[in-house]
């Protein structure tokens, strides 16, 4: 045999995988051959292998399941495990409980999903949470969820309420993003970018720290060239800009509270608008939810100082 083809409402079953098309070929090969399943009338080709669904206009596996490429509007869904243990994106970049919906340009899949690729302008949803990015790497094995190129993230910051809203949840904007499971830790760098929606916070690298499974943000932590804008929530009158830059940066989103640290250069925090002003010092905290901020030279007790001019 060097080559069969089938056509009309094709189906393929194999180890572990399922797949319908509108035509099919195989080649037998090394390695047990290829199956090329290919959309014509319907939109798109389907295939089922354990926790993962895909539909694309070609999808491209072989006898065994062991290898998987879709390419042309992939669209992946990725299943909760019935064993409990997750779904193989990340137990707290998105809830390992629900199913992590994929589209992208192209997927391609080792070792019977041990490892997955998606590249080509992918995005991941699992309900308010997403990702974005240019390429996209699952490693099962190693529990490490990679991006690069226009990274962007979606993600609720931790909080005392009960239920999240809106403003709850926080963007994040990079050049590449890592993220380790065993260790709960997301390290965006090059041009980040943090959106809140009280302002927003740049860095050129950030180590985010996420709670356990389905968490939130608990912390950030932001180096070299840190800068803030926020709209001072002043008592009286209309918010007010503050702006400022530090050499270090950390965020409690609990406490709502940033400090800003001047490790080199002393932090900076100014005031725009009216009575306008900078404070400088080895350390700031600024409470977004007061508008108040403390100054901690290092040679005399903290001073408290209202952002309001008060």
């Not at 992939?74 to 909760?80: C, D, I």
């Not at 239920?163 to 926080?170: G, H």
């Not at 400090?259 to 005031?271: M, S």
């Not at 977004?288 to 100054?295: A, F, I, R, S």
């Amino acid at each position: 045999l060097q080559v069969a083809r089938a056509a009309g409402q094709v189906r393929f079953d194999g180890p572990g995988t399922t797949a319908e098309a509108d035509r099919a070929t195989y080649r037998p090969e090394a390695g047990g051959g290829e199956i090329r399943l290919q959309a014509v009338e319907r939109p798109k080709a389907r295939l089922a292998r354990e926790q993962i669904r895909v539909a694309a206009e070609l999808i491209v596996t072989d006898p065994q399941g062991s290898r998987l490429v879709a390419e042309n509007d992939v669209e992946a869904t990725m299943l909760p495990a019935p064993d409990g243990k997750g779904n193989g994106v990340g137990g707290a970049m998105f809830r390992v409980d629900e199913a992590v919906h994929f589209v992208a340009a192209r997927l391609e899949s080792e070792e019977r999903g041990a490892r997955f690729v998606f590249s080509g302008a992918v995005r991941a949803w699992q309900g308010e949470r997403n990702l974005s990015a240019e390429t996209v790497v699952l490693d099962q094995e190693a529990q490490r969820l990679t991006a690069t190129r226009e990274v962007t993230t979606r993600i609720p910051r931790d909080t005392e309420r009960p239920t999240l809203s809106e403003a709850d949840y926080v963007q994040i904007g990079a050049d590449e993003l890592s993220y380790d499971e065993e260790a709960r830790r997301a390290v965006y760098s090059g041009s980040v970018r943090v959106r809140l929606v009280e302002g927003w916070m740049e860095a050129d690298r950030m180590e985010v720290e996420l709670g356990d499974e389905g968490g939130r943000i608990r912390a950030v932590n932001a180096f070299d060239s840190v800068r803030i804008e926020f709209r001072d929530a002043g008592e009286e009158g209309p918010p007010r800009l503050i702006s400022g830059s530090s050499d270090r940066l950390a965020y409690d989103p609990r406490q709502e509270t940033i400090r800003l640290f001047g490790d080199e250069t002393p932090a900076a925090v100014r005031r725009i608008g009216e009575q306008a002003g900078t404070t400088t010092g080895r350390v700031l905290r600024y409470r977004l939810d007061l508008g108040t901020l403390e100054v901690d030279s290092g040679e005399q007790g903290p001073a408290r100082i209202r952002t309001n001019g008060k």
